[in-house]
């Protein structure tokens, strides 16, 4: 591999998670060896003899199916992050972290605590790359969708569960637009940059560059699902997200030669697919 030479070993943390199911999959078809790493493993019990690089896909908080405690975010979001750095400055190897776009709103880093510590995470990576020569790059995903297992989260998943069960979605800001990267594209981004053997460390936003309103990704799945009405609008309150957020896709092209392929009409028909064959999404 270019830049790597016979980099054949990667460190996995957080691989049964949406994102780290699809990195372990191209990462294995790619022939290389993967050591998984739970949020619980302790780095004394791996033998990170020969490790080519640690990919951090761990994360809690963002449409989790429970909810979080400042620990839970804390231990999760942050100090998994900074060991994951610190091991990475003490083998000489390059981390590959999966950071947040949301963290890229000011609003939300106010407001959010999920975001706040994937902020603060970002921060200390920095500082580790700053003061300890910590390598690597820390991709910023947007809204990311594709995982067709059931009891999967997210937004595109919840309109889909909503609007096949001819439930129309109900959507605060139907307006805003969005970023929305299919999850196998995110899984190359990681590959890529992995390979790219980054020198220094970078912070590159992953996405496809195109704005979808919220409202228009619920009228392409009614579309293909075939209902009528596919969204309402429900002013409820909540935490108010209105400043839309898009990718800047060349950055990640000039550093990592990565460019996002799926489009979101077909992300979505693959995955309405799968819903409909009887895999609840």
Not at 93 to 116: E, K, M, N
Not at 163 to 181: A, K, M
Not at 261 to 280: F, V, W
């Amino acid at each position: 591999m270019e830049g790597l030479g016979s980099m054949t070993s990667v460190a996995l943390i957080g691989a049964s998670g949406n994102i780290g199911r699809a990195v372990g999959a191209t990462v294995r078809m790619r022939g290389w060896t993967v050591v998984e790493i739970g949020r619980s493993t302790s780095w004394s019990e791996v033998d990170s003899s020969g490790l080519d690089a640690i990919v951090n896909c761990a994360g809690v908080g963002m449409d989790s199916s429970r909810s979080c405690t400042g620990t839970d975010l804390i231990d999760a979001n942050v100090l998994l992050a900074v060991a994951a750095g610190q091991q990475a400055v003490r083998l000489k190897v390059p981390l590959i972290h999966f950071g947040s776009a949301a963290q890229l709103s000011d609003h939300l880093v106010r407001t959010s605590p999920y975001v706040r510590t994937k902020h603060l995470a970002s921060a200390s990576l920095a500082l580790l790359a700053e003061t300890d020569g910590l390598t690597g790059v820390e991709l910023l995903p947007h809204i990311v969708y594709g995982d067709p297992l059931p009891g999967s989260v997210g937004v595109v998943s919840a309109m889909i569960r909503s609007i096949t069960s001819g439930r129309p979605f109900g959507l605060r800001t139907p307006g805003v637009r969005r970023d929305f990267v299919h999850r196998d594209d995110v899984a190359h981004a990681a590959v890529a940059a992995v390979e790219s053997g980054h020198p220094t460390w970078a912070a590159l936003e992953i996405g496809t560059g195109t704005g979808h309103a919220m409202s228009e990704v619920a009228e392409i799945i009614g579309e293909l699902a075939g209902a009528t009405q596919p969204w309402r609008h429900d002013p409820s309150p909540g935490r108010d997200w209105t400043d839309d957020l898009i990718a800047d896709p060349l950055p990640a092209l000039r550093h990592l030669g990565f460019r996002a392929q799926k489009q979101l009409n077909e992300g979505l028909a693959d995955l309405l697919g799968s819903a409909l064959k009887g895999t609840r999404v």
